[in-house]
């Protein structure tokens, strides 16, 4: 059982607009950045958004992260099939001194 | 541009040292900057943060509660490499393990392994 919660599965049509929703406490998302990740099939996990609301070069604008108190966001605008994957949210918890993964959103593009 | 380069063997008796090493290229394991990371990945699909290894003024470690009496993480300065020993290996260890790399002042884990699938069966 994680300690940061997400929805397991998410889905959209192409063009639409989605959120992913990871829910913590104060030990870890309301005292620290959160990051966001995104597993292609058979791939590694790859940086989608660091710092809360940061992204790494090349991520597309279409890809923002928010926070507020313990939970946090990942919003993709403008879907494409190509963003059909899992999509992982991570902090550092400060009660358990290590890094957290939330469970995990498959995302289904319709 | 940064490389992870995993290897290890992908079956592990029961009971018996899980040993997975990351060649590193493009960086430095000895980086002030940067912080080494061990991540897997069950079955079921979670990832699962093990543990760090960094150097600052010395060498720190720091170790996921789940795996903490049971693991190692060593950086080899000479080989430019580091290295995860999970010990006391059941089948529910079986996982996809990968290497990482983290920029400490951003805390993203920017660049990572390929990968390794190791199974704890006898």
């Known amino acids: 059982q994680s300690v940061l919660t997400q929805p397991p599965s998410a889905s959209g049509t192409p063009g639409q607009r989605v959120t992913i929703s990871c829910s913590g406490s104060?030990?870890?998302?309301?005292?620290?950045?959160v990051y966001w990740y995104q597993q292609l099939p058979g791939t590694a996990p790859k940086p989608l958004i660091y710092?809360?609301?940061q992204r790494p070069s090349g991520v597309p604008d279409r890809f923002s992260g928010s926070k507020s108190g313990t939970s946090a966001s990942l919003a993709i605008s403008g879907l494409r099939s190509e963003d059909e994957a899992d999509y992982y949210c991570?902090?550092?918890?400060?009660?358990?001194?290590?890094?957290?993964f939330g469970g995990g959103t498959k995302l289904t593009v319709l | 541009q940064v490389q992870l380069q995993q290897s290890g063997p992908g079956l592990v008796e029961p009971s018996q040292t899980l040993s997975l090493t990351c060649d590193i290229s493009?960086?430095?394991?000895?980086?002030?900057?940067?912080?080494w990371n061990w991540i897997r990945q069950s079955p079921s699909g979670g990832l699962e943060w093990l543990g760090r290894?960094?150097?600052?003024?010395?060498?720190?470690?720091d170790y996921g509660d789940s795996v903490k009496s049971r693991i190692t993480i060593n950086p080899d300065t000479s080989r430019n490499q580091f290295s995860l020993q999970l010990n006391s290996v059941t089948p529910e260890d079986t996982a996809i393990y990968y290497c990482?790399?983290?920029?400490?002042?951003?805390?993203?884990?920017?660049?990572w392994g390929q990968g390794t699938l190791v199974t704890v069966s006898s």
């Open positions: 710092r809360n609301n």
């Open positions: 990482a790399r983290e920029i400490t002042a951003i805390g993203s884990l920017d660049y």
């Open positions: 290894t960094y150097y600052r003024s010395r060498l720190y470690n």
């Open positions: 104060s030990s870890n998302i309301g005292n620290n950045f």
């Open positions: 991570a902090v550092w918890d400060d009660s358990l001194s290590s890094r957290v």
């Open positions: 493009g960086d430095s394991v000895s980086s002030k900057s940067a912080a």
